[in-house]
């Protein structure tokens, strides 16, 4: 028996140099429909995957920007305020002292100091000296200013529409009140980026580059807005920019990345239409190989666990290709169940196996199991009982036992007519079986919605009977199940005498494994375990 040495990866690479060739099959409509689609989404995933990572750090590079801008402005105002402050401890002392005689070191305050346009003195409530116009009487609301410290004012008598920014030192008979233009302060909010918008805030009034005094921060619409507060003196800095922004940040300050995305986008479409053209191109392949008779049954033999002698068989498919030779069935059966090219694979199989069956009849144990595996795509119609019942029908009452082995690849579903058709199965005489017991996610739940036969476990179980291990307990509890639910139980994947040994303890019935023989053809199948001759009786199975 000579097996493919590339088997299902170089028949990939053997199929893009014969998709011209004769006998070609061609992908189905519904693969042509989805592949741009797929082919589509694949190109953009990158996109969409990478546009929230980079507005992410497009905000977060503008909310940067944002904070470097309001720590800038707070420290230009704070210095503007530690000068007010600084000229007002020099003439604290003048507070209480004659008009006339404070005013010329009042005048001499504000040319020492830069920013400061005026100094004023107070006393009980009352503004009683002007560096700008001497003598005066005006009343001073101390409650006015924020802590106590800090006023913005929509302007006064010198600037009436200039708004102006008064600093105010407390003494204890009185306060200096410090002018300073707003204009200075104007001037450090005109330096922040363009496309921000930035005020100062004071008390419940906020100003911007204009100069317009109002009772809220004026963000833009749909703005990102942060505040900052000054440590020193009791003002805050807005800074706020719109979601635009945001976009126009992407565009034109992250054009690389967009580069990288469209890049990744084009790579990632190519590989995906790659993948649907290879799959598609398998998928051909495969239908061509079904109509071409190229998938053929191979048998396992299933003995008696304690005798040893042949009960039956598994029918195991190979599909022996003209090229590639033969290609094991876990390199085709995941993507024969998904195109659904399973169910037509079986069938042809049940009728060669039919065939094969018949021609050695007489030589055949009494009560011959065998057993073919199905699988969801199998149970959306009621074909499969037409095809069991086809399948028996040449045959001899009792000389033959039909095995349907349900994988658990994928569920079979649960539907009225699933309940039907496994019910005329079993009054059909038909056995079902589950395979891989204990590996799946339904196997429990079809014990209860079917009329199970037997377990078959798992060869992963087997491989630790005897040992010390958990497996080795799953196993133990399994036997038991089917005892318990009048089961019968064949164990898969037998290699050593010692495991042997270990189930005939535990008293299951049937054994398949490397140990009685492995799948093969039926001829050799027939020269190694059946004999020359039989009469057919004797039937040595408890079912």
């Given at each position: 028996?000579?097996?493919?040495?590339?088997g299902?990866?170089?028949?990939?690479?053997?199929?893009a140099?014969r998709?011209q060739?004769?006998?070609?099959?061609?992908?189905?409509?519904?693969?042509k429909?989805?592949?741009?689609?797929?082919?589509l989404?694949?190109?953009?995933?990158?996109?969409?995957l990478?546009?929230?990572?980079?507005?992410?750090q497009?905000?977060?590079?503008?909310?940067?920007?944002?904070?470097?801008?309001?720590?800038?402005?707070?420290?230009?105002i704070?210095?503007?305020?530690?000068?007010?402050?600084?000229a007002a401890?020099?003439?604290?002392?003048?507070?209480?002292?004659?008009?006339?005689?404070?005013?010329?070191?009042?005048?001499?305050g504000?040319?020492?100091?830069?920013?400061?346009?005026?100094?004023?003195l107070?006393e009980?409530?009352?503004i009683?000296?002007?560096?700008?116009e001497?003598?005066?009487?005006?009343?001073?609301?101390?409650?006015?200013?924020?802590?106590?410290?800090?006023?913005?004012?929509?302007?006064?008598?010198?600037?009436?529409?200039?708004?102006?920014?008064?600093y105010?030192?407390a003494?204890?008979?009185?306060?200096?009140?410090?002018?300073?233009?707003?204009?200075?302060?104007?001037?450090?909010?005109?330096l922040?980026?363009?496309?921000?918008?930035?005020?100062?805030?004071?008390?419940?009034?906020?100003?911007?580059k204009?100069?317009?005094?109002?009772?809220?921060?004026?963000?833009?619409?749909?703005a990102?807005?942060?505040l900052?507060?000054s440590?020193?003196?009791?003002f805050?800095?807005?800074?706020?920019?719109?979601?635009g922004?945001?976009?126009?940040?992407l565009v034109f300050?992250?054009?690389p990345?967009?580069?990288?995305?469209?890049l990744?986008g084009?790579?990632?479409?190519?590989?995906?239409?790659?993948?649907?053209?290879q799959?598609?191109?398998?998928?051909?392949e495969?239908?061509?190989a079904?109509?071409?008779?190229?998938?053929?049954?191979?048998?396992?033999?299933?003995?008696?666990?304690?005798?040893g002698?042949?009960?039956?068989a598994?029918?195991?498919?190979?599909w022996?290709?003209?090229?590639?030779g033969?290609?094991?069935?876990n390199?085709?059966?995941?993507?024969?169940?998904?195109s659904?090219?399973?169910?037509?694979m079986?069938?042809?199989?049940?009728?060669?196996?039919?065939?094969?069956l018949?021609?050695q009849?007489?030589?055949?144990?009494?009560?011959f199991?065998?057993?073919?595996?199905?699988?969801?795509?199998?149970?959306?119609?009621?074909?499969?009982?037409?095809?069991?019942?086809?399948?028996l029908?040449?045959?001899?009452?009792?000389?033959?036992?039909?095995?349907?082995?349900l994988?658990?690849?994928?569920?079979?579903?649960a539907?009225?007519?699933?309940?039907?058709?496994?019910r005329?199965?079993?009054?059909?005489?038909?056995?079902?079986a589950?395979?891989?017991?204990?590996?799946?996610n339904?196997?429990?739940?079809?014990?209860?919605?079917?009329t199970?036969?037997?377990?078959?476990?798992?060869?992963?179980?087997?491989?630790?009977?005897?040992?010390?291990?958990?497996s080795?307990?799953?196993?133990?509890?399994?036997v038991?199940?089917?005892?318990?639910l009048?089961?019968?139980?064949?164990?898969?994947?037998v290699?050593?005498?010692?495991?042997?040994?270990?189930?005939?303890?535990?008293?299951?019935?049937?054994?398949?494994?490397?140990?009685?023989g492995?799948?093969?053809?039926?001829?050799?199948?027939?020269?190694?375990?059946?004999?020359?001759a039989?009469?057919?009786?004797?039937?040595?199975?408890?079912?």
């Amino acid at each position: 028996m000579v097996t493919g040495k590339r088997g299902w990866k170089g028949l990939k690479k053997g199929l893009a140099k014969r998709r011209q060739g004769a006998g070609w099959a061609m992908p189905s409509r519904e693969g042509k429909a989805r592949g741009p689609l797929v082919v589509l989404l694949f190109g953009i995933l990158p996109l969409l995957l990478g546009l929230p990572f980079l507005i992410l750090q497009a905000r977060q590079s503008l909310d940067d920007e944002a904070a470097a801008i309001q720590e800038f402005v707070v420290e230009r105002i704070d210095a503007i305020l530690g000068h007010a402050s600084n000229a007002a401890v020099e003439v604290a002392g003048l507070v209480g002292s004659p008009c006339p005689s404070a005013g010329f070191d009042l005048r001499r305050g504000v040319t020492a100091h830069p920013f400061v346009r005026s100094l004023n003195l107070t006393e009980n409530g009352r503004i009683y000296c002007s560096s700008l116009e001497g003598t005066v009487d005006y009343a001073e609301d101390s409650a006015a200013y924020a802590d106590g410290r800090l006023q913005l004012m929509f302007g006064n008598l010198v600037t009436p529409n200039r708004a102006l920014l008064v600093y105010r030192h407390a003494t204890a008979s009185g306060s200096v009140l410090v002018g300073i233009d707003g204009q200075h302060v104007f001037d450090v909010l005109s330096l922040g980026a363009e496309a921000f918008r930035v005020e100062i805030g004071i008390g419940q009034n906020w100003v911007g580059k204009e100069g317009t005094v109002t009772d809220a921060f004026s963000e833009p619409g749909n703005a990102i807005a942060s505040l900052a507060p000054s440590a020193a003196y009791p003002f805050t800095v807005g800074v706020a920019y719109s979601h635009g922004l945001v976009w126009r940040h992407l565009v034109f300050n992250y054009w690389p990345s967009w580069l990288l995305l469209a890049l990744l986008g084009l790579l990632s479409g190519y590989a995906a239409r790659r993948f649907l053209s290879q799959r598609n191109s398998l998928t051909a392949e495969l239908r061509r190989a079904v109509d071409a008779g190229e998938f053929v049954p191979f048998y396992q033999p299933v003995v008696l666990g304690e005798s040893g002698e042949l009960a039956g068989a598994e029918v195991l498919v190979r599909w022996m290709h003209p090229i590639e030779g033969i290609i094991p069935p876990n390199q085709f059966i995941p993507l024969a169940e998904s195109s659904g090219l399973i169910v037509k694979m079986t069938y042809q199989l049940m009728d060669r196996v039919q065939a094969e069956l018949l021609g050695q009849l007489p030589s055949l144990p009494g009560r011959f199991h065998i057993g073919f595996n199905i699988s969801a795509a199998h149970c959306t119609s009621m074909e499969l009982l037409d095809r069991c019942r086809a399948f028996l029908k040449p045959f001899p009452p009792e000389s033959v036992v039909l095995f349907l082995e349900l994988t658990e690849r994928e569920a079979i579903p649960a539907t009225p007519m699933t309940d039907e058709l496994f019910r005329q199965l079993d009054e059909m005489g038909v056995q079902v079986a589950l395979d891989d017991f204990g590996t799946g996610n339904s196997s429990l739940e079809y014990l209860q919605r079917f009329t199970v036969n037997a377990l078959k476990i798992d060869q992963s179980f087997v491989a630790k009977a005897g040992t010390e291990t958990l497996s080795s307990h799953i196993l133990d509890i399994i036997v038991d199940l089917a005892s318990r639910l009048e089961l019968f139980v064949v164990a898969e994947g037998v290699e050593t005498a010692m495991q042997r040994e270990y189930l005939n303890k535990l008293g299951v019935e049937y054994m398949q494994g490397y140990l009685f023989g492995r799948p093969v053809p039926f001829t050799e199948f027939a020269a190694t375990h059946l004999p020359p001759a039989s009469n057919g009786a004797g039937d040595r199975t408890p079912i």
